[in-house]
């Protein structure tokens, strides 16, 4: 089983600052990585699939890089409506699909 | 637009069963692989098992594997997950979500709103 590994457990960041999640595999997934975002109440909603492609109807702000092992998403300037948890998700070792255990982000 | 919508989750005692059904509509089901993903209170995702485009192909988390079915009726526009043998932690939200351009491992582009489970005595 690839186990994901996000950092930090919860960041603490302030609208209009830039906020950099970090999700890392212990093993390769080449760029099969995607990172969905998760409010109260809610359903997941896919960001970005592939490491670095915005899913339909995602903001710029949004970006995601990396590949191999170590992946990152980008949130430029943080909008009040980004507030939320955030989860990454590997595709590479199917059908053991696995997530990470989450990124909490919190108004400071 | 699409729309899955899951239905029949509940209260229900260790070692009973449960059916959850995900109604799906605004796209052409038949073309798509269709997931199950649970999340238990306060805590993270697990996918749970999968099923091809035409019900050919059906995929388990080993946590789940041999006690729960994955089916679909594309007559009905219906997934299902026939849940056996049910313990304290299989208590969770189950999601029924598509996987993204066909691929019956593609990443999941559209999710329901979610069934509760609660195995319980």
């Known amino acids: 089983e690839i186990v994901l590994t996000q950092s930090p457990a919860t960041l603490s960041l302030s609208p209009g600052e830039r906020a950099t999640l970090s999700c890392r595999a212990s093993q390769s997934v080449s760029s099969y990585l995607a990172w969905y975002q998760q409010k109260p109440g809610q359903a997941p909603r896919l960001l970005i699939y592939d490491a670095s492609n915005r899913a339909t109807g995602i903001p710029a702000r949004f970006s995601g890089s990396g590949s191999g092992t170590d992946f990152t998403l980008t949130i430029s300037s943080l909008e009040p409506e980004d507030f939320a948890v955030y989860y990454c998700q590997q595709r590479s070792n199917w059908p053991q699909i696995t997530f990470g255990q989450g990124t909490r982000l919190e108004i400071k | 637009q699409v729309q899955l919508v899951e239905s029949g989750g509940g209260v229900v005692q260790p070692g009973r069963s449960l059916r959850l059904s995900c109604a799906a509509s605004?796209?052409?089901?038949?073309?798509?692989?269709m997931h199950w993903v649970r999340q238990a209170p306060g805590k993270g995702l697990e996918w749970v098992a999968a099923v091809s485009y035409d019900g050919s192909n059906k995929y388990y988390a080993d946590s789940v594997k041999g006690r729960f079915t994955i089916s679909r009726d594309t007559s009905k526009n219906m997934l299902s997950l026939q849940m056996n043998s049910l313990r304290d932690e299989d208590t969770a939200v189950y999601y029924c979500?598509?996987?993204?351009?066909?691929?019956?491992?593609?990443?999941?582009?559209?999710w329901g709103q979610g069934s509760l489970v609660s195995v319980s005595s």
């Open positions: 605004g796209f052409t089901f038949s073309s798509y692989a």
């Open positions: 979500a598509r996987a993204k351009d066909g691929m019956v491992f593609g990443f999941f582009d559209y």
